[in-house]
């Protein structure tokens, strides 16, 4: 596929399509000029609100007929009316009625006709009156729609492509759910931007990556971009359950009777073994990164300890590879919307964004930087590109130490060794307390204090060689900052934000949809250290991600971990830290036996993405003044196990 550069669409539009959306947006008085920004001309109170059924092609459930998902539409009832098409904004997800959607998990809400009165979140609200079509897809096997829920596989993303197909033409919808009249989607030119924020920004990654025509960007936020990664880290178990128990809690009463088979399937393709099956193949989208058509601007939580961020990494990774046209916002939250954590300035930048990509006007958007990064809470920085121009890998070596279990991280490779047992009732946060001091279930290494900042930015991996005494061995490897700060409560319920009573309001309400949510604020905490990025692995799969085997007890074995994506800056007078250990508690689970593992420090490493790379690590390294460390460090409290179900 050709590369793509970042290029203003309203210049690539045809004379008759500006023509079109000035006339469409701007008043006679200021039509001279190209608009800039949509405006709230529109009634969102008499705005048409309507449902459809789309047929998929698929018979998911086996009833002998094609599946069709529903398709809830809020949009503006005055362009139709002039002969005006508008672009669609749309959120496929399978919460619409089990679960919730935002911090108050809201649902969809009919009238007696079945007609929609509340879609979830602000998206209508606010984007409606501004002459954006809202749509709200039920994946299928969900809420009024007909299927199976497959988690991410084939009927996930094709039940919400059939929907893009129909807005641009090419599939077909009806009135209702059995029978009907055909509908056609003659208000909209097509263009459409998907949004969602976990399982939905899934579904917006999985059905770009089909490179479906019509679809022109994606928001995803908090999204996976490979499901083997949302259960597995590289054959270690995470947490517990699989994607048939995830299936079952968003799944219709309907879906319940007559998917038992999708069930079986979902539950035999993804063995608790960790390795790596057909059924993972098929949730992959990164492999399938080079059919993207859409912009993506992606928005993850740098502790999100849900849909980690090796997700946002990876796919980040593939897209600047086949040459997407990108943005990224990184906050230090958990699994939080940006709604909830920058709301003025994400309405405001996802307007600019939507009305850049679906209307074509030339706002300036894709010419500000691309990134932007909470460094502190609330507090901001952007890059003009992520990760940062001037990154490049640092080898960086542990060494032995002083004491057992404590040693030194550098730039020289060291002989020697470090042993530790597994201990599965110990997790990071533990071993974080404890780098100074010797402890068995772990060993930590120390770079002496930073004199200059140290910024980090992109995903690092820690190759390790070690020798297990048992047949079964899970690694972890862990970044560490050493020094006081004050961060996001990211392991709080509510992972960095805290929910205040009172509401502001985003867009025009109803009175059954209204446009205002509780407003937050940052939730913080003061540490002695903070957890940069984390990454475990299964030794038993150091040969191949598809087939785990058992270990030889005295036999040494190299594995490299891939750790998750982060941007930290490591400040003067603090210590960056690598932390080897086994089961990290409530993040992954623990092998089948309690190993110990000798650790040959010559053959193990951190390669991590520095900004300046090696040479800015040998300046912020040199000549320190040795600080005092306290015995016993405090962060945030353990990370709460975060199982497998939805989380709005």
């Known amino acids: 596929m050709p590369k793509r550069t970042r290029t203003t669409i309203w210049r690539t539009l045809t004379a008759a399509a500006v023509a079109t959306l000035t006339a469409a947006f701007l008043t006679p008085a200021t039509a001279q000029s190209a608009p800039r920004e949509s405006r709230p001309v529109y009634s969102y109170a008499d705005a048409v609100r309507e449902s459809v059924w789309v047929d998929t092609g698929l018979d998911e459930d086996g009833d002998g007929r094609s599946d069709r998902v529903a398709a809830d539409i809020v949009r503006p009832a005055e362009p139709a009316r002039q002969g005006r098409k508008v672009p669609v904004i749309m959120d496929a997800s399978p919460y619409y009625s089990c679960c919730g959607r935002g911090n108050e998990s809201q649902l969809k809400t009919y009238d007696a006709q079945g007609h929609v009165v509340q879609m979830p979140l602000f998206?209508?609200?606010?984007?409606?009156?501004?002459?954006?079509?809202?749509?709200?897809?039920?994946?299928?096997?969900?809420?009024?729609?007909?299927?199976?829920?497959?988690?991410?596989?084939?009927?996930?993303?094709?039940?919400?492509?059939?929907?893009?197909?129909?807005?641009?033409?090419?599939?077909?919808?009806?009135?209702?759910?059995?029978?009907?009249?055909?509908?056609?989607?003659?208000?909209?030119?097509?263009?459409?931007?998907?949004?969602?924020?976990?399982?939905?920004?899934?579904?917006?990654?999985?059905?770009?990556?089909?490179?479906?025509?019509?679809?022109?960007?994606?928001?995803?936020?908090?999204?996976?971009?490979?499901?083997?990664?949302?259960?597995?880290?590289?054959?270690?178990?995470?947490?517990?359950?699989?994607?048939?128990?995830?299936?079952?809690?968003?799944?219709?009463?309907?879906?319940?009777?007559?998917?038992?088979?999708?069930?079986?399937?979902?539950?035999?393709?993804?063995?608790?073994?960790?390795?790596?099956?057909?059924?993972?193949?098929?949730?992959?989208?990164?492999?399938?990164?080079?059919?993207?058509?859409?912009?993506?601007?992606?928005?993850?939580?740098?502790?999100?300890?849900?849909?980690?961020?090796?997700?946002?990494?990876?796919?980040?990774?593939?897209?600047?590879?086949?040459?997407?046209?990108?943005?990224?916002?990184?906050?230090?939250?958990?699994?939080?919307?940006?709604?909830?954590?920058?709301?003025?300035?994400?309405?405001?930048?996802?307007?600019?964004?939507?009305?850049?990509?679906?209307?074509?006007?030339?706002?300036?958007?894709d010419r500000e930087p691309t990134a932007d990064v909470e460094r502190h809470p609330d507090q901001w920085v952007t890059s003009a590109a992520w990760p940062p121009h001037g990154t490049r890998t640092a080898v960086l070596r542990p060494a032995p130490g002083g004491g057992a279990g404590v040693g030194t991280l550098g730039l020289h490779r060291a002989a020697g060794t470090e042993t530790f047992t597994d201990d599965p009732a110990l997790s990071e946060t533990d071993w974080a307390a404890h780098l100074t001091t010797p402890t068995p279930e772990k060993a930590g290494f120390l770079t002496e204090p930073f004199t200059h900042d140290l910024r980090l930015a992109g995903s690092a991996e820690v190759t390790v060689t070690a020798i297990p005494t048992t047949t079964s061995a899970h690694l972890s490897a862990v970044l560490v900052d050493v020094g006081a700060d004050t961060v996001r409560d990211y392991a709080d319920s509510a992972e960095g934000i805290a929910t205040l009573p009172w509401r502001n309001c985003w867009g025009e309400s109803t009175a059954g949809d209204s446009a205002c949510f509780k407003e937050t604020r940052a939730k913080t905490a003061a540490v002695d250290y903070t957890v940069v990025s984390r990454g475990w692995a299964d030794l038993g799969h150091h040969a191949s991600a598809a087939e785990g085997v058992p270990l030889t007890p005295g036999r040494s074995y190299t594995m490299t971990l891939h750790l998750a994506a982060t941007d930290h800056v490591v400040p003067q007078g603090h210590r960056l830290a690598l932390i080897v250990a086994g089961t990290d508690k409530d993040l992954i689970d623990p092998p089948s036996t309690r190993p110990t593992l000798t650790v040959d420090l010559s053959r193990t490493a951190a390669k991590v993405p520095l900004v300046g790379g090696a040479a800015a690590f040998d300046r912020a390294t040199s000549g320190g003044a040795v600080a005092a460390v306290p015995t016993v460090l405090e962060g945030v409290r353990a990370p709460r196990a975060v199982r497998h179900v939805p989380a709005a």
């Open 123 to 365: 998206y209508d609200n606010y984007f409606v009156p501004r002459g954006y079509a809202f749509v709200g897809v039920d994946l299928a096997g969900t809420n009024r729609s007909d299927g199976c829920v497959d988690v991410g596989g084939r009927s996930d993303i094709l039940s919400a492509k059939a929907v893009i197909d129909w807005l641009n033409g090419r599939a077909r919808a009806y009135s209702s759910r059995t029978g009907g009249t055909p509908v056609k989607a003659g208000w909209t030119n097509g263009r459409t931007g998907m949004i969602g924020k976990s399982w939905d920004g899934t579904i917006a990654n999985g059905v770009a990556a089909t490179g479906v025509r019509g679809l022109k960007t994606i928001v995803p936020i908090s999204a996976i971009s490979s499901w083997y990664d949302y259960y597995f880290a590289q054959g270690a178990p995470l947490y517990d359950g699989g994607p048939d128990e995830l299936a079952g809690y968003v799944e219709s009463a309907d879906a319940r009777a007559h998917c038992a088979a999708v069930q079986r399937r979902l539950a035999d393709g993804s063995p608790r073994s960790g390795d790596w099956t057909p059924l993972w193949t098929e949730r992959n989208y990164v492999a399938d990164a080079a059919e993207v058509r859409a912009s993506v601007f992606l928005v993850h939580g740098m502790q999100d300890l849900n849909v980690r961020t090796k997700h946002f990494g990876q796919w980040w990774d593939a897209l600047a590879r086949n040459g997407v046209e990108r943005k990224i916002w990184l906050s230090q939250t958990g699994h939080v919307d940006p709604f909830d954590y920058r709301r003025g300035a994400w309405v405001d930048t996802l307007h600019r964004w939507f009305d850049h990509e679906l209307l074509g006007y030339d706002n300036g958007i």
